[in-house]
């Protein structure tokens, strides 16, 4: 979900695992010439932005480090299913209110959504593809990145 803490937690666990950090969205950003991603998504549909994002994500490298891709990658079969390969999968879990407080724009953030859907209902939908997906479910509400970047560290080497 946008603004659950992927980036935020990302760095910091990457640090403590000393492994690079790697947040397909900067790809798309830098690889389609953008500023930030709203700029990216605003002359594609749903499915074109999801597929311009599957082949971002088909391409990251299969090498030990943290990757906080954007939440609609739960929709991209192909590249979670290369993902579950090497990686543990992790859902941070917020709830919307605390998502709500903590969002500005949702145009810069490009969050794949229905016209006139609300962040609530993305997370309704969302929620079977983040049980399906997970390995790991955080409850990550009210929690600095440094507790959260030591859970995760703790319970993907237990």
């Known amino acids: 979900m946008p603004g ?3 980036s935020t937690v990302g760095r910091p666990l990457a640090e403590r695992l000393g492994v690079p950090f790697v947040d397909p969205d900067l790809l798309i950003i830098a690889g389609e010439g953008a500023t930030v991603l709203g700029d990216v998504s605003e002359n594609l549909d749903r499915a074109g932005f ?8 088909l ?4 090498e030990p480090s943290v990757i906080a891709p954007g939440g609609s990658v739960i929709y991209c079969d192909p590249a979670m299913e290369r993902f579950r390969t090497f ?6 879990d917020v709830p919307v209110p605390a998502l709500e407080a903590r969002l ?3 145009k810069e953030r490009a969050v794949v959504m229905a016209p006139g859907a609300t962040l609530h ?3 309704a939908e969302r929620r079977p593809f983040l049980e399906k997906w997970a390995d790991l479910r955080i409850d990550a509400d009210d929690r600095s990145p440094e507790s959260l970047a ?3 560290q703790e319970r993907v080497a237990g």
């Open 50 to 57: 999801l597929e311009l994002e599957t082949r971002y994500n």
């Open 4 to 6: 659950c803490g992927k």
């Open 59 to 62: 391409d990251v490298p299969a």
């Open 150 to 152: 030591a859970e995760i």
């Open 121 to 123: 209902d993305v997370a």
């Open 104 to 106: 500005g724009c949702l």
């Open 87 to 92: 990686a543990t999968i992790v859902w941070l």
